[in-house]
């Protein structure tokens, strides 16, 4: 009797991700892609399925575990191999054999467990002596963190720069241990001393959200260009087009609309749609254009990507915008689904507002943010006339565009969208 492994897939940027659900148990049968277990990285909650029908022989992992790409999670036995494998109906597809396990995935380490260092021991800025020694996704986290690698203090084997070793480095810098951080430490309240009080634990993606929001906030210097949008027309086209619509089973939205209004725009601004090079001597240009769109879920703010978005129509828009939302809502996404936006739309639709300064998404440089329609008068020359308004906001890297591009690209939009 065959057993094979369930491993766990590319979680992305994840270094490790923690199992918060155990959906089966040693001898339950199992279909095609039926969840063992759900993981949660950093932006999302991940159901892990089985390869192909079978029973569960036995379970790897416990929830609370931190898991690795390619670790095994689970063996099982195909349907095929399996007791009740005699009632399988004919013309059933086959059942693959399983993959043999990789010489790279059967060497990869255990997450490695820092412990915690006790009080007077936080890592203290330095410069130094000597070179760095530190992997390509150690200097991707201290780019991205800003951290200068010189600066903090190794505790690999043989004097090597660890991911640990960053994160704690900012850590203590964040918390105002390390020497000359230059980060006033906020004033600590005990808010029970003034009435009742209770702690609720921020989800995972929370957290990341937060940690990503305020990296982006301290490295890029923000500006945010306001501009109204006569919506009048886009409305109308929208209240026109319900009867397609519903011949099409497809719900069209602002959204839609604004999306492709933005592609014009950007394919119009290119620089709009680029980012800095890693030294900032240079403009990377994308030439593609995969918008993200923030959605709101019970676990958080999370940006599903539409990718190729201008090889689309606003149909297609539409239904693919409405699937990636139901997958965020749900916990669905996988990281593939958030990765590789090129600009960024956040609407607060019908939430309200007049106006908000949304968080540039780096290495992205610009994002726009939608606030709820407004009728207001408008003079057409002879009279007032009612007419729609989108406010907007259009929140930009002031290293890769500047105010004149920024107003142009604002204008340019304004006019899509009143078209």
Request: charged share 25%.
């Given at each position: ?16 991700v ?9 001898g339950?049968r199992l ?8 993981v949660?990285t950093?932006?999302?909650?991940l159901?892990?399925?089985?390869p ?5 022989s036995?379970?790897?992992?416990h929830?609370g575990d ?8 689970a063996l ?8 009740e494998a ?8 086959p059942?693959e054999?399983a993959?043999?396990?990789?010489a790279?995935s ?7 467990v ?6 007077g ?7 130094h002596?000597?070179?760095v020694?530190a992997?390509p ?5 201290a780019?991205e963190l ?5 600066k903090v203090?190794?505790?690999?084997a043989r004097?090597?720069t ?8 900012v ?5 105002g ?5 230059g980060?006033?430490?906020l ?11 209770k702690e609720i634990?921020?989800?995972?993606i ?9 990296r982006?906030w301290?490295?890029?210097?923000h500006?945010t260009?306001f501009?109204d949008?006569?919506?009048t ?10 009867e ?7 719900k069209?939205?602002?959204l839609?609309?604004i999306m ?6 950007l394919k119009?601004?290119?620089r709009v ?9 240079h403009?990377i ?8 769109f923030a ?5 958080g ?8 978005a201008d ?15 139901e ?13 590789g936006g ?5 609407s ?6 007049t106006g908000?300064?949304p968080?540039?998404n780096g290495p992205?440089a610009?994002?726009?943010g939608?606030?709820?329609?407004t ?12 007419r729609e308004?989108?406010?907007m906001g ?9 105010g004149?591009e920024?107003?142009?690209f ?9 078209n």
């Amino acid at each position: 009797m065959s057993v094979a492994e369930v491993r766990l897939p590319d979680t992305g940027d994840s270094e490790s991700v923690e199992v918060i659900e155990l959906c089966a148990g040693v001898g339950d049968r199992l279909q095609e892609n039926e969840a063992v277990v759900v993981v949660e990285t950093d932006k999302a909650t991940l159901e892990v399925g089985v390869p192909s029908d079978g029973v569960v022989s036995e379970l790897k992992v416990h929830v609370g575990d931190q898991v690795v790409s390619g670790q095994v999670i689970a063996l099982y036995e195909p349907e095929a191999e399996a007791p009740e494998a005699v009632d399988q109906q004919e013309g059933e597809r086959p059942v693959e054999k399983a993959e043999a396990p990789s010489a790279a995935s059967q060497t990869k380490p255990a997450p490695r467990v820092v412990p915690t260092s006790p009080v007077g021991s936080a890592p203290q800025a330095r410069e130094h002596s000597g070179p760095v020694y530190a992997g390509p996704a150690v200097r991707k986290l201290a780019r991205e963190l800003g951290v200068d690698l010189g600066k903090v203090v190794p505790t690999g084997a043989r004097g090597r720069t660890l991911k640990d070793d960053v994160t704690a480095y900012v850590r203590a810098r964040m918390t105002g241990e390390v020497t000359g951080s230059g980060l006033p430490e906020l004033p600590k309240v005990d808010f029970a001393a003034f009435g009742p009080t209770k702690e609720i634990e921020r989800s995972r993606i929370r957290r990341s959200s937060a940690r990503n929001l305020h990296r982006s906030w301290v490295n890029i210097p923000h500006v945010t260009q306001f501009d109204d949008a006569d919506a009048t027309a886009l409305m109308r086209a929208l209240s026109e087009a319900r009867e397609e619509g519903a011949r099409r089973q497809v719900k069209l939205t602002p959204l839609a609309l604004i999306m492709r209004a933005c592609i014009a725009t950007l394919k119009a601004h290119p620089r709009v749609n680029a980012s800095l090079n890693e030294a900032m001597t240079h403009w990377i240009y994308k030439e593609y254009w995969h918008i993200g769109f923030a959605v709101d879920t019970d676990d958080g703010l999370l940006v599903p990507v539409v990718r190729d978005a201008d090889q689309k129509d606003v149909w297609a828009l539409a239904e693919e915008i409405s699937v990636l939302a139901e997958k965020a809502r749900s916990g669905k996404l996988a990281p593939s689904d958030m990765q590789g936006g090129t600009f960024t739309i956040s609407s607060l639709g019908r939430i309200g507002g007049t106006g908000f300064t949304p968080v540039v998404n780096g290495p992205q440089a610009a994002i726009l943010g939608v606030s709820r329609l407004t009728t207001k008068p408008h003079w057409n020359g002879e009279s007032f006339e009612p007419r729609e308004f989108m406010p907007m906001g259009l929140s930009y890297d002031h290293r890769v565009i500047d105010g004149a591009e920024a107003g142009r690209f604002m204008t340019h939009l304004c006019e899509e969208i009143a078209n």
